[in-house]
């Protein structure tokens, strides 16, 4: 078992932080590969009450955290294709439906407390698709299962949703990754 160390002025162990604003993360998730997840308070949208952002901080004394973009989990879906192509597209498939059954977030105390309802199931099925050197399934499924709700908070948003249908449409040869990797490019419409 490894010890991680992480920049002592973002996570003590238990919480992470951000310095500016100063915010300690409202729920943090620390990965098996130490990987640490925050939630912050967001500001965006409809219902910027109830927005959040997520935060990474990778292992490292120098780290600091910041959002991930969709391009890391993409890109690791994409790495794994090679060798798991139909695993990868069952687990695209899960979060398409999870995108259609799920909902938004009603109240500030609800998403406060909410409780991760994927990661389980991913992490146990899929286990055998881990590779070294890539993002571990652990954290692409928090992090598209958060964003799956709160894109719902929005009325009319579609980007998350239409990121997902664009890898399942490459998965099944009927676009090119480049369209994969343009659909996960911040303000892509």
Not at 27 to 39: C, R
Not at 127 to 139: A, G, N, S
Request: net charge positive; hydrophobic share 35%; aromatic share 12%.
């Amino acid at each position: 078992m490894s010890v991680h160390v992480y920049n002592p002025k973002y996570f003590d162990g238990s919480t992470l932080r951000q310095l500016s604003p100063k915010l300690a993360a409202y729920k943090t998730y620390v990965l098996q590969d130490g990987t640490v997840l925050g939630l912050f308070q967001g500001n965006r949208g409809t219902n910027a009450h109830l927005d959040f952002k997520i935060k990474a901080l990778f292992p490292g004394v120098d780290r600091k955290p910041a959002p991930p973009p969709h391009m890391f989990w993409v890109v690791d879906l994409l790495l794994k294709i090679a060798n798991y192509r139909p695993e990868v597209r069952e687990i695209v498939e899960y979060y398409i439906n999870f995108y259609k059954t799920c909902s938004p977030f009603t109240n500030v105390q609800q998403r406060d407390n909410y409780a991760l309802v994927t990661v389980d199931h991913i992490t146990k099925t899929y286990v055998h698709i881990e590779q070294p050197e890539t993002l571990p399934l652990e954290y692409v499924a928090i992090v598209v299962e958060l964003f799956c709700i709160n894109e719902k908070r929005n009325t009319g948003a579609y980007m998350f949703k239409n990121l997902l249908e664009t890898l399942r449409d490459f998965i099944d040869g009927k676009c090119h990754h480049t369209d994969v990797l343009k659909a996960a490019e911040p303000g892509y419409r």
